[in-house]
């Protein structure tokens, strides 16, 4: 199952807006509005921040926003923190007969 | 509150078995997929397989199938990730995490660092 496909790297400065793209295929994004956004800090499990494309779990800011349009989805931090300097990694769901994918994750940095 | 708790990290020779253990606590634990993520040192996450405990049910990534073997208890609320002979390339961040619906996961263990080397 090839990954989706994340830019490897964003950068911004604090208080602006940025966003990361996952471009999957027909196959997964494309289908399902089953994406979900996971940010991770070094050394700690991953936390989901977007699920089911731009729904927020209890507890995260509504500065993390998310979208969909085609095979592409797409995660917007507005409003930058140093805080927010992590791993953003977009999974996808792909259908009953498999397990879901992974995009190849995205290092932002917060100048 | 969902906990996921996994077991501690393991140091390994190739060739040798293994098996981490993910205990879930908080919800009805046979009624939501476990789902397993390889994490390689400075890599990203793989999606290894899932389970569904009560019935294991099982759906591997043809990437690993072969490779590791997936199980879950029900009456110990414990999944379980193994291998019969581990490779240096195994070495990595194992992580559990619980699964709605087979296709939203919500809960994340801490992670089992699994080190192999000669």
């Known amino acids: 199952q090839p990954a989706l496909t994340q830019p490897a790297s964003v950068s911004g400065s604090p208080g602006q807006s940025i966003s990361i793209s996952c471009t999957g295929t027909s196959s997964d994004v494309g289908t399902y509005n089953l994406v979900s956004w996971f940010q991770q800090h070094p050394g700690i499990a991953p936390k989901v921040i977007i699920y089911?494309?731009?729904k927020r779990p209890s507890g995260i800011s509504n500065r993390f926003s998310g979208s969909k349009s085609g095979n592409t989805a797409s995660l917007t931090i507005s409003g930058l923190q140093a805080e927010d300097e992590a791993d953003y990694y977009c999974?996808?769901?792909?259908?009953?007969?498999?397990?879901?994918?992974f995009g190849g994750g995205t290092k932002l940095t917060v100048l | 509150e969902v906990q996921l708790v996994q077991s501690g990290p393991e140091v390994k020779k190739p060739g040798e078995s293994l098996n981490i253990s993910c205990k879930g606590s908080g919800y009805a634990f046979a009624g939501y997929w476990i789902g397993w993520v390889r994490q390689p040192p400075g890599k990203g996450l793989e999606w290894m397989a899932l389970?569904?405990?009560?019935?294991?049910?099982?759906k591997y990534n043809p990437s690993f199938q072969g490779q590791v073997a997936i199980s879950a208890d029900k009456s110990t609320n414990t999944a379980y990730l193994q291998w019969s002979s581990l490779k240096a390339s195994d070495s990595a961040i194992y992580y559990c995490?619980?699964?709605?619906?087979?296709?939203?996961?919500?809960?994340w263990g801490q992670g089992t660092l699994v080190t192999v080397s000669s």
């Open positions: 089911e494309v731009n």
């Open positions: 999974y996808s769901y792909t259908g009953s007969r498999t397990v879901g994918v």
């Open positions: 389970i569904y405990p009560d019935d294991s049910d099982i």
């Open positions: 995490a619980r699964v709605y619906g087979a296709h939203t996961i919500d809960y």
